[in-house]
């Protein structure tokens, strides 16, 4: 299964139904939501408290950039390690490319 096309983009809802009610949301570039966000860290629910909604944004603001830019890092990161890999009989170079190998594997989930 594959995730929903990028872009992702943040959105904000004001009032509704209920006139004092905020959301922020993630939604796909054809505008169908994917994600809504609606309480933070601390259990305050954005609709009922200033502070958590603008957290909610910035948070929102984190997972659209993180999602968007991922396949262009993994595919930088692949291309780096194949390039600095030739140089990995240098202890400090081999050590930056496991650590690079642990971050392409972690962001590809395997």
Avoid at 17 to 35: D, H, L, Y
Avoid at 49 to 74: G, K, P
């Amino acid at each position: 299964m594959k995730h929903t096309p990028t872009p992702w983009k943040k959105r904000i809802r004001l009032g509704g139904v209920n006139p004092s009610a905020k959301s922020v949301f993630i939604s796909a570039q054809e505008g169908r939501k994917v994600a809504q966000l609606t309480e933070d860290a601390d259990g305050n629910h954005y609709e009922r408290n200033i502070h958590a909604i603008a957290e909610a944004w910035e948070n929102a603001d984190l997972i659209c950039r993180s999602v968007n830019s991922h396949d262009q890092l993994v595919e930088a990161c692949t291309e780096a390690l194949d390039i600095i890999n030739s140089y990995s009989h240098i202890p400090a170079i081999k050590t930056a490319c496991y650590k690079l190998q642990a971050a392409i594997e972690a962001a590809k989930g395997e």
